[in-house]
Structures are given as structure tokens and as C-alpha cells.
């Protein structure tokens, strides 16, 4: 029996040190900001710290331009972009163990004097077989994921007069039974839209809020489905099926419409933020009707959505870096003196949890570090960072699947893999 134990541990230990090798052996990540938009790196085995030894980059590839996060799905890796000097935009997909490209989707589309135009922002969002997307100029596609044929395509600006922000479209398509969600700004009333995922057929508009650039955010409150959206008029609710209003309450962003992060919920509750407009905090009550908890200036967010744990939100401030805010009251509980991103003018981090219920959090900064690190009431706790992209701002949400993080500039896109920790020998615990 001894021997036949020590040949099935070394067996073992040898599966698990080969499955960590392969790329995206976990949980997808098929949209913006991952399973349920909950910022959750599912699966993950961080070491203890990061360092080079530990974070290897396995591929670069050139790219295009833009801001567009990616999405993992299927094993494949997905984004978009616009090639260099040209009036298109891209959907691109690429094998994950080796970055090559599978299939591209290009069309033609005029950005005008959009600013900072060098590409698409939002996310590719995957789901049964398809990819959905919404171009900068308000093209949206329905694309197959084997090869990249297009299934529908709607014009929004064209069809549904939709209002174009002055950073352009941005919000990512959000899929749910047989329907796709968008943040459009279409008129009249229609700054929500529901399509027919099949066909690209409008099922329902709401609202006639100035749009912002956030994604809609599915969720489930007092036992009722619901869709959040964060206008840059009202955190509003409307439900899927047809798009009547649930609720809505003021919270109007000042200069540029700038309602750009998610929405964050914890149990009953909304966080909202824009980067004039100070935070707010709202509790949704037995009725679906909110009531404000509270308001701060003290936290104005950009692009970053914060995470939450335990009663504490942990947010990237335009001017103080990253807090610690207690969801009780609103009140700062530290802030990290700008250790996390450098300071400047715009600040960005995109944050995911890894190990959650240790408080690991892992950011990609806006200057390209990977950073692991602490986050508690107690403090911000590096465990080391890993220079990975250079450019002028990396804004793009990375995709966290199995060990790998799949990243991107304004100028290539690239697979690092985060070793695991030792697995240990179950003989040291006998």
C-alpha cells in the first residue's frame, strides 16, 4: 500500500504541475469583468508574492489601438481594435496557448472628431457560440465564435439616433436568456435597448436619460430580476423582460456625462460614483425603491470600479489614490498615498479580487504593473508587482482565466502565467 500511495502522489503532483502550464484551464472570463461582472478571478493559486520568477510572459502580439478589455472563452481570446491608419474597427480572436490569430472581423466606421480615437472601448461579451460587440461609433455585431461570421449587425446611431459621448460608445453588451442589453443613448427613449440575440431585432427601449459610458449590471433584489444602470442622469433599474421602470433616482454626472464605472452591490445596496459628482450609496428597500444611505466628496471615481468586502469598499480616488471606505457611513479609513498607481491626472487601476477571502486583490496599474496585494481595513499591502506593458495609458481590463492573465496596450496584447505556490507532498502532514 505504501508504494502504490507514493506512486499515485508523485502522479498526481505531476497532473497538477502540468495543468498549470495550460493556457486558461479554469473558469472563462466570457465579458466585462468577468462570470456575473464580479471582479473575481475564479480558480486562481497566487503565490506569495509576485516577482519575475513567478509571472512569465508566454506571448506578444501587435495589435491596433483602443481601450476594449478582452474576454476568454471556449479557448479563445477575443478583443478589438482599430488597425492603424485605417477608418475600421476589429473584432480579433486568437488561440490562448500561442496568441495566433483565428479569425478578424473588420469594418468600416467613422469616428469624426471623436477624442482620444484610437480605437473601440468596450468589451466583447460571449455567450452559446456567439460574440457581441459595440464599436465606439455604435456598430453593434453579433458575430459566430468558431469563425467569426457575422450573424446581425445594428447601427445605432443610424437606426436609433443614438447620441454619441464624447469619448465614444463604451458600454459591453450584456447577455441574459434571449436577449442583449445595451447602454446606447437612442432616442426618443431609448437609452437602454433589448435585442433578440438571434437577430438583432429590438424587442424594448427605456428610458431618455443622457447616456453614460457604464455597463448594465443584472441582478436580483427582494427576490425581483432587475437591470442597473448607471445614466448620466439616474441610477435607474428597469426589468429584462420588458424594460418598465422599476426604479430611479437622480444622480447627475457634471462635466462629460461621466458615469463610467460599474455599479457596485452589496446585498440591498448600490454604490455609484462619478469623477465631479462625489459617491453615493443606496439602499433598496422591501418596495424596490431607493433611499440614500449617504453622500461623499471625499471619493470621486474615473474608470476603475471598486471592489467591495466585508462592509468596506476599496476605490480608486481622482485625487487621493486608493481608499478604504467603510459602506456603513461613507467614511475614509485610509488611503494609500498613491503605492498602488502613480498620481495623475487621469488614475486608473483595473482591480480584481484573487484570493477574495483573503483579501488578495490583483491590478493592473496604468503604467502596466501586475500587482498583488492586501487589501484590508487595516491597510494596502503589497506583495510585489511585475512590469508587464509599456504605453501612455493602459486602460484596457485585462482577462483572468486558470493561471494566466491575458493583457493589452495600445499596441499588443499579451499571456503571462502566474505560477502557482508548491503543491504540497500529502506525506509532510502524515
Given amino acids: 500500500m505504501q508504494t502504490v500511495f507514493l506512486k499515485t502522489t508523485s502522479l498526481t503532483l505531476a497532473a497538477a504541475l502540468s495543468l498549470a502550464c495550460l493556457p486558461c484551464q479554469g473558469a472563462d472570463w466570457p465579458n466585462w469583468r468577468g462570470l456575473n461582472q464580479a471582479g473575481t478571478w475564479q480558480d486562481v493559486r497566487l503565490p506569495e508574492k509576485f516577482s519575475p520568477e513567478n ?11 483602443g481601450y476594449s ?3 476568454v472563452s471556449n479557448g479563445k481570446v477575443l478583443t478589438m ?11 480579433i480572436c486568437m488561440a490562448p496557448e500561442s496568441g495566433q490569430l483565428l479569425w478578424q472581423w473588420e469594418y468600416k466606421t467613422a469616428y469624426g472628431d471623436l477624442d482620444y480615437n484610437n480605437g473601440p472601448r468596450a468589451t466583447p461579451t460571449v455567450r452559446d457560440g456567439y460574440v457581441y460587440t ?14 467569426g461570421k457575422k450573424a446581425w449587425s445594428v447601427d445605432c446611431e443610424a437606426s436609433l439616433q443614438a447620441k454619441r459621448p464624447i469619448w465614444g460608445h463604451a458600454s459591453s453588451a450584456v447577455v441574459q436568456g434571449d436577449l442583449v442589453y445595451f447602454h446606447i443613448g437612442g432616442r426618443p427613449g431609448a437609452t437602454l435597448i433589448a435585442l433578440e440575440k438571434k437577430t ?6 427605456a428610458l431618455a ?11 436580483t433584489m427582494h427576490d425581483k430580476a432587475q437591470l442597473l444602470a448607471f445614466t448620466a442622469d439616474n441610477l435607474a433599474s428597469v426589468s429584462p423582460e420588458t424594460g418598465k421602470l422599476i426604479y430611479k433616482t437622480p444622480f447627475k454626472t457634471s462635466n462629460y456625462d461621466v458615469a463610467i464605472i460599474s455599479p457596485v452591490v452589496t446585498g440591498n445596496s448600490v454604490f455609484i460614483s462619478g469623477y465631479w459628482d462625489g459617491s453615493a450609496l443606496f439602499n433598496i428597500d422591501d418596495d424596490l425603491q431607493p433611499k440614500t444611505a449617504w453622500t461623499t466628496k471625499s471619493l470621486n471615481c474615473l474608470m476603475a470600479t471598486p471592489l467591495q468586502l466585508d462592509g468596506h469598499l476599496y476605490a480608486l480616488d481622482k485625487r487621493a489614490g486608493l481608499l478604504c471606505l467603510s459602506l456603513s457611513d461613507g467614511s475614509v479609513i485610509w488611503k494609500d498615498g498613491y503605492q498602488m498607481t502613480t498620481k495623475e491626472r487621469n488614475p486608473h487601476a483595473s482591480m480584481v479580487w484573487g484570493e477574495k477571502k483573503k483579501g488578495l486583490a490583483v ?18 499591502s503589497e506583495k510585489g508587482r511585475v512590469h508587464l506593458l509599456d504605453g501612455r495609458w493602459i486602460w484596457s481590463h485585462p482577462a483572468f482565466c486558470g493561471q494566466d492573465v491575458f493583457a493589452r496596450s495600445d499596441t499588443e496584447i499579451i499571456r503571462v502565467q502566474i505560477s502557482p505556490p508548491p503543491v504540497k507532498d500529502p506525506r509532510q502532514s502524515r
Fill in 134 to 147: 459595440l464599436g465606439a461609433s455604435g456598430i453593434i455585431h453579433c458575430l459566430s465564435l468558431a469563425e
Fill in 69 to 71: 478589455g478582452i474576454a
Fill in 363 to 380: 491590478i493592473l496599474n496604468a503604467r502596466g504593473d501586475l500587482i498583488l496585494a492586501r487589501l484590508s481595513p487595516q491597510g494596502y
Fill in 200 to 205: 438583432g431585432k429590438l424587442r424594448w427601449k
Fill in 81 to 91: 481594435d482599430r488597425p492603424m491608419g485605417k477608418e475600421t474597427e476589429r473584432v
Fill in 209 to 219: 436619460d443622457r447616456p453614460g459610458y457604464s455597463t448594465l449590471l443584472p441582478v
Fill in 55 to 65: 509571472v512569465t510572459t508566454k506571448w506578444r502580439v501587435k495589435i491596433g489601438g
